[in-house]
């Protein structure tokens, strides 16, 4: 009889909060520090939460990408990800609620690689059935275009 992986698991964490700025999160073996700049009354020893936000996105696509390519059989060669990010500050500000905190976001995937531009095109179509993370920015509402481009 074969074992069947859980598709729906539940991810746990217990946070510790030493200040109003900062949070310790265990996560597998790690200590991940979300923080505040030292002009806000943070220790600037991680990112704030919302940069932890779009590196995710930035990240997620990295990893969801090369899992596609590999499966696509496309080497991405070297790869580099510009962001671009618009955020509204004023619900962080505490000025208003915002419906969509994240209006726009635009991630340009450079490759630098033999694969064809059409090759690169059917991995980001992969990718962004697959990436978790982006799929949370467009629930919520964000305008997300995702760029694969050939450097080369």
Same mark, same amino acid.
């Given at each position: =009889?074969?074992?069947?992986?859980?598709?729906?698991?539940?991810?746990?964490?217990?946070?510790?909060?030493?200040?109003?700025?900062?949070?310790?999160?265990?996560?597998?073996?790690?200590?991940?520090?979300?923080?505040?700049?030292?002009?806000?009354?943070?220790?600037?020893?991680?990112?704030?939460?919302?940069?932890?936000? =779009?590196?995710?996105?930035?990240? /997620?696509?990295?990893?969801? %990408?090369?899992?596609? &390519?590999?499966?696509?059989?496309?080497?991405? %060669? *070297?790869?580099?990800?510009?962001? &671009?990010? *618009?955020?509204?500050?004023?619900?962080?500000? =505490? *000025?208003?609620?915002?419906?969509?905190?994240?209006?726009?976001?635009?991630?340009?995937?450079?490759?630098?690689?033999?694969?064809?531009?059409?090759?690169?095109?059917?991995?980001?179509?992969?990718?962004?059935?697959? /990436?978790?993370?982006?799929?949370?920015?467009?629930?919520?509402?964000?305008?997300?275009?995702?760029?694969?481009?050939?450097?080369?």
């Amino acid at each position: =009889m074969a074992i069947k992986a859980k598709t729906v698991v539940t991810y746990r964490a217990t946070a510790q909060c030493p200040t109003h700025a900062r949070t310790e999160i265990p996560v597998r073996n790690l200590d991940v520090i979300i923080d505040e700049p030292e002009e806000r009354g943070g220790t600037n020893l991680g990112p704030t939460p919302t940069e932890a936000a =779009m590196t995710a996105l930035i990240a /997620c696509t990295n990893v969801i %990408g090369h899992k596609n &390519a590999k499966r696509l059989g496309v080497d991405l %060669g *070297q790869v580099t990800i510009d962001a &671009a990010c *618009q955020f509204d500050r004023r619900g962080v500000l =505490m *000025q208003e609620e915002i419906d969509v905190p994240f209006p726009a976001v635009t991630l340009t995937v450079n490759c630098d690689t033999e694969a064809s531009l059409e090759e690169l095109e059917a991995v980001g179509v992969e990718t962004a059935k697959y /990436c978790a993370i982006a799929k949370l920015f467009e629930g919520a509402g964000t305008d997300l275009t995702v760029n694969w481009v050939k450097a080369n």
